[in-house]
């Protein structure tokens, strides 16, 4: 498939950008700063855009059979956090005016304010708090794919990331906030990239979670 990328240079971007072309897709590679982005492949253009501007994003998605975020913006204690909102809202604009209409992109388990409130003391009052203009940012965004009528959207929400490679380990999923375990507390608290990577990539063959988002661990 023929994929526009956006975050390509962040840790999880770089994953799937490296699993995208072993599996044989061409992608184009939509980063802010080329430099950071070592790997060079036949099937690999990097561009350069600017993420918030529809008119600079639309350019390099026309042709393209689907948009794949793994965008991330540092927590903000003073301002609050709009990136997720601000990108989102220019790449549905840039998707719309050249027909592409199947996005994947990644958040994170426990966006909606009060769905933490099962898991462990140290990640309900000491994590969630520090990230939680994070949290509410990727929430809005959450919330406004949730608003487009002509877009097939899927949102992944992982738990922690951890910097491993992809595992061949079983995904457990689940539509909402986390993933529970039998007793309805959260099954696990941190992933590799190249498994969330690997997860992403694997919804390009499927329409189980189109319009939907999904949270996902490694058994």
Not at 4 to 9: D, I, M, Q, R, S
Not at 83 to 109: C, D, F, K, L, P
Not at 139 to 151: C, G, P, S, W
Request: charged share 15%; glycine share 8%.
């Amino acid at each position: 498939m023929k994929i526009a990328l956006v975050g390509a240079t962040g840790q999880t971007g770089q994953y799937l950008v490296n699993q995208a072309l072993q599996q044989g897709h061409v992608v184009t590679a939509l980063v802010r700063n080329p430099g950071k982005l070592t790997v060079t492949h036949e099937n690999l253009k990097v561009v350069t855009t600017d993420i918030f501007s529809a008119d600079s994003l639309k350019t390099h998605f026309k042709d393209q059979d689907v948009v794949m975020s793994c965008l991330g913006f540092p927590a903000s204690f003073f301002t609050g956090v709009t990136g997720y909102t601000r990108s989102m809202t220019a790449m549905v604009s840039a998707m719309q005016e050249t027909r592409v209409n199947r996005i994947i992109t990644m958040t994170s388990w426990y966006t909606e304010p009060n769905s933490g409130t099962q898991s462990s003391y140290l990640i309900r009052f000491l994590l969630l708090p520090l990230i939680r203009s994070v949290l509410n940012n990727m929430y809005e965004m959450e919330q406004f794919l949730q608003k487009t009528e002509d877009i097939n959207w899927t949102v992944v929400r992982p738990p922690g990331l951890k910097n491993l490679p992809a595992t061949a380990q079983e995904f457990l999923t689940h539509e909402g906030y986390f993933v529970p375990d039998n007793n309805g507390q959260p099954a696990g608290s941190a992933v590799g990239r190249g498994d969330v990577a690997r997860f992403m990539l694997s919804l390009l063959n499927s329409n189980a979670w189109v319009k939907k988002g999904v949270a996902i661990t490694t058994k």
